[in-house]
């Protein structure tokens, strides 16, 4: 079983649709990455969180560190934000483990 | 430029031989991973750290794989004995010691073992 998982693992949406992607894991952190890769592109930081919530434009990322579980959210998403989305999380400063990442398809 | 560059962009490496992969990141950087992409099967896991150490095999795979770092803001991913599946794309990414640290990522080298 992986440290971090994701959900889902692939998911097509309609433009303007409301998208959620989901990260688990199972290690105390001391941080979590949401970061985004587009197809043949290099990866883009997103966001890092320790607690609470984090809002750019129209993406926003949580984080329960009680659960062990952080969500991102795209709100009226546009197919310019097909990528792949990937949570990390440091479970000191020294490591970051990665999810397998969530392939997201959005459709005008 | 001020962000972490991965050289070179593609590699084609016969199977058995060893190959180098080169990462500069940020100035001031201390702490560089490796991750990697296998081709057709999604983002692949590499738990791959380094801090100041000059050499640290603590990710995985290990064995085969190695991180050399001759500069304080390079780093060298070495692979032994290439194997076919060893062919994806390798990613270098930086982050500043301390909380709260952002990760920054290079593009990524390619390679293909044949």
């Known amino acids: ?108 | 430029g001020a962000g972490v560059s991965q050289s070179p962009r593609y590699k084609v490496a016969k199977r058995g031989r060893d190959v180098a992969l080169r990462c500069d990141s940020i100035s001031g950087h201390v702490t560089l991973y490796w991750y990697r992409q296998t081709l057709g099967q999604g983002s692949e896991v590499l738990t791959y750290s380094q801090s100041d150490a000059q050499r640290d095999k603590s990710g995985r795979p290990s064995g085969r794989f190695s991180a050399e770092r001759p500069e304080r803001s390079v780093s060298t991913l070495k692979i032994q004995r290439t194997e076919q599946g060893d062919s994806a794309v390798y990613l270098c990414a930086s982050t500043s010691r301390g909380e709260d640290t952002e990760a920054f990522f290079g593009q990524g080298t390619r390679l293909t073992v044949v």
């Not at chain 1, 985004?36 to 329960?64: C, D, E, W, Y």
């Open chain 1, 1 to 108: 079983k992986n440290e971090v998982e994701q959900s889902p693992q692939n998911l097509t949406a309609q433009e303007g649709e409301f998208i959620t992607i989901n990260c688990s894991y199972s290690v105390g952190i001391s941080a979590l990455h949401w970061l985004q890769q587009h197809p043949g592109g290099g990866i883009v930081s997103l966001f890092m969180l320790s607690s609470g919530k984090k809002k750019h434009g129209r993406l926003i990322a949580t984080i329960n560190i009680q659960e062990k579980h952080s969500s991102l959210h795209i709100t009226a998403s546009h197919p310019r934000d097909s990528a792949v989305y990937i949570c990390a999380v440091s479970p000191n400063t020294d490591k970051l483990i990665f999810g397998t990442g969530t392939r997201l398809q959005v459709f005008p």
